[in-house]
Nanobody, 122 residues
């Protein structure tokens, strides 16, 4: 059974950094996507990673600020978020598998975690 568990969500000040984890079955898949749902808005695709910088597709809203990495030894995929803005507030999800089209349209992924909440506020 595929299980994805996000963690690391917190309250952080604007300009700060945070690292989220997606543990469980994420490293069983070659691609892992990260998504966000802000309050009152539709779920948004952030990135799809194949485990390397070269194999990662970034959405426009996070390009240059967010990165993702894989830690196969600990069965986790991380989302490193820097230069956080209030508009980054939301529930963050990981999902598998992914590709750039699926992430843009937020469809096609077979399995989702339950999310972790990030609040960016002073």
């Amino acid at each position: 059974q595929v299980q994805l568990v996000e963690s690391g969500g917190a309250l952080v000040q604007p300009g700060g950094s945070l690292r989220l984890s997606c543990a469980g079955s994420s490293t069983d898949y070659s691609t892992v996507g990260w998504f966000r749902q802000a309050p009152g808005k539709e779920r948004e695709g952030l990135l799809c990673t194949g485990g390397t910088a070269e194999s990662t597709f970034y959405g426009d809203s996070v390009k240059g600020r967010f990165t993702s990495s894989r830690d196969s030894a600990n069965n986790a995929v991380y989302l490193q978020m820097d230069s956080l803005k209030p508009e980054d507030t939301g529930v963050y999800y990981c999902a598998v598998p992914c590709n750039s089209w699926w992430v843009r349209h937020v469809e096609g992924m077979d399995y989702w975690g339950k999310g972790t909440t990030v609040i960016v506020s002073s």
